[in-house]
């Protein structure tokens, strides 16, 4: 295992059992087997250690998207089932260590923000990526970006909340749920 | 004029005129003609100008949806109802301001996070209305406030962008095409 990948692991398993603030980047290093200079050519800080500072998860969606046949140009589809395959796995293997990030972040008005540009961000990869895999109005790529990135925001938030469901029938729930809401506004 | 409403105008015109890196508070101040301890009193520092810091808009929104007859539920079209009432007629007469605004805050990355951590409140303020309103579903008030505000988000970003539209002909212009999108996935 490389040692930012050690780090991650320490931090996380730290954090669970000690919580955030009571955790110190000296007890990660600890715990992980390496020094503390080590930790700080990886992370900025300890909040670095809870977020996908390369935006991986942007650019594998982009290339998902890219790599999809969108002849049918279901894009608001290829976009969720994106979701699907690459964080859904993940996302069931990993649901404590994922329930205790978000609370974390929840609680310090700070990561919030840091979070909410992460998000920022993936909506703007997932526009461009768009744009290269056909859809050509701006407007059209803005809006099916904003629902894609929509549909994950609202299927993670449940899946933290409650066990019902697995992150993949969240998912497929709320890609449902905005186009029952969407239609029932017509029929009135 | 209240001092602040002056601190408003005087900062909003040195913005546009010098930029908001070259403004300072002590320029503010002497063109509103206030001094600068009274700036202090109204706003943390210069970047606190450029934000509604008490959620005026939520709660002016949130107010807007709870005074509807919602007895026919279509509740995403009375939360866009609610930004062309409130806000259409102010972003017409300050479209400069606006313009300038949205520049400033796309170029500093913690005013965007700010910008960010503000549209996440608003959306929390109409989840809440929409419940105070007869929409009793979590999942039901989640999805329609969250595509209120991705309505206004779109149709706030293509107004700074481009004229050929007013706002209130964005805000139905994006109202229209999430429907549509959303119905054309299902035809495939």
Redesign the interface.
Known sequence: MKSKEKLQLAANKLFIENGYENTTIEQIAQLAGVTKRTFYRQFKDKSDVLFDADNKLGKSVAAYIKEQDNS???Y??TGVDAFIDLTAPMFSAERERIITRYHIIQNH?DL???E??K??ELTETIKDALKSAGLVDQ??C???A??IV?IF??AF??FVDEETKSFVEWLN??FD???F??????T?
Chains 1, 2 share one sequence.
């Open positions: 049918n140009s279901n608001i589809r008005p919030l923000e840091r909410l540009l998000m920022f407007n059209d803005d809006t099916t904003e629902l929509l925001k609202l938030q449940r729930y709320f749920k905005c186009s809401l969407i239609d029932k506004e017509k009135i």
